[in-house]
């Protein structure tokens, strides 16, 4: 067997059943391999009826943590760092953190020499502040007929609704430590959670308050799949549109995942970066 020196990567999303949403992770990886180019990169779900119904599908091959994690462990690679590709460091990311922690164990032929977790987007101060920063950038910009355009906001007309997705994990709590960050960065931008706090009733009165007659809505989701076009952007009565709409607001939309942004991809690497750091200095 032919033993590398470089760590290998795997990065770690929840997955998306969405064709389209799927070409970000690729976008993704394609970066990765250009900030770390002597390391291996590969993508893995950690969503098992992700993984399930697109191999029932006969859509490619989605791999699990595990799969990925033995299948660069049988071409010789003993360094890897398995990087979270989710949001906050919710129920998700523990569980793949628990599997890196337990191979983490295991001595011998069977084991790697080092493995590490980088942590999800959210897991700092810097982190919270890098992700505003990186996000005004998609406050002036929407997408009309499937193409992202420039459309430069007034704040004092538009108001920004960020939809995460929130989680009942005490994870939970990054969403609203988000939406406060947003709020002092920003004038008139609000976060919002599909099953979290912030939800959709704090976003509105945030709106309401405002004076504004314009509403933007923007995936706080690393992919714009199935959340982003159905319960953010799609007609049924009870999506973010149709209650923005119903609530008087004229609606645009910005349908562009967090994941399509390059200084978001940054944090994800500087969080690769640290584990892959050790390593090599023994620290």
Excluded at 3 to 19: E, K
Aim: glycine residues 10%.
């Amino acid at each position: 067997m032919e033993f590398q020196d470089s760590p290998a990567i795997v990065l770690v999303a929840y997955g998306s059943l969405d064709l389209e949403a799927r070409k970000t992770y690729g976008k993704i990886r394609t970066a990765y391999r250009r900030e770390f180019p002597r390391s291996a990169v590969q993508i893995a779900f950690s969503a098992d009826f992700i993984r399930r119904k697109i191999a029932r599908d006969g859509g490619e091959l989605a791999k699990s943590p595990l799969m990925a994690l033995a299948e660069l462990h049988d071409e010789g690679y003993t360094d890897v760092v398995v990087q979270s590709l989710h949001v906050a460091p919710g129920s998700e990311f523990h569980e793949v953190g628990a599997v890196v922690s337990a191979l983490g164990t295991v001595r011998g032929k069977f084991g790697f020499r080092n493995l590490a977790m980088g942590m999800p987007l959210l897991a700092s101060s810097h982190d919270f502040d890098a992700v505003s920063e990186a996000l005004a950038q998609e406050f002036d910009r929407i997408t009309v007929d499937g193409e992202v355009k420039n459309s430069l906001r007034d704040p004092e007309e538009t108001a920004v609704v960020l939809m995460g997705h929130g989680t009942d994990h005490p994870a939970d709590c990054a969403y609203s430590r988000m939406a406060l960050i947003l709020k002092r960065d920003h004038r008139n931008v609000f976060l919002g959670t599909i099953d979290g706090f912030p939800g959709l009733d704090e976003a509105m009165a945030g709106v309401r308050g405002a004076g504004v007659e314009k509403v933007r809505l923007i995936p706080f989701l690393l992919v714009a799949g199935g959340h982003a076009k159905k319960e953010m952007a799609g007609d049924d009565p009870k999506s973010w549109k149709s209650s923005f709409g119903r609530a008087g607001f004229e609606v645009d939309l910005n349908l562009r995942g967090m994941g399509e942004n390059p200084r978001v991809v940054e944090v994800f690497e500087e969080h690769t970066r640290l584990p892959g750091e050790r390593f090599r200095t023994g620290v």
